[in-house]
């Protein structure tokens, strides 16, 4: 898969000031689009991972998951699931850390 990020703006509205967060919409083997919003982002032996879900509204359940940025090609970032069990843990744990208790996250 590989990502188009697009920063969405502050948006102040009546019930206060919304978080901002970066929207990535990755494009599928079968052409469809997917969109995940990142929460958090760290490094961690050299690679950069993101923790994503896939919804910016804050006040429902959504699903996360981290990516890991395996390549760079000028404007193009491309992104995979981490599948490896001792890796997620480790990155889990990194961003349960970072987040701590601005979400209530479950791996």
Known sequence: MSGEI?????????????????????????????????????????????????SDNEDEDSEATILKE???????????FVEDDVEFEAVAKLFDELVGEDADIDF
Request: negative net charge; contains cysteine; proline residues 0%.
């Open 6 to 54: 697009l920063r969405l703006d502050i948006v102040t509205g009546e019930k206060g000031i919304y978080i901002r967060m970066d929207k990535i919409i990755f494009t599928g083997d079968d052409g469809e689009n997917i969109e995940f919003f990142v929460i958090e982002e760290t490094q961690l032996s050299g690679n950069k991972y993101l923790l994503v879900c896939d």
């Open 70 to 80: 395996t390549a760079l090609d000028g404007d193009e970032v491309v992104y995979e």
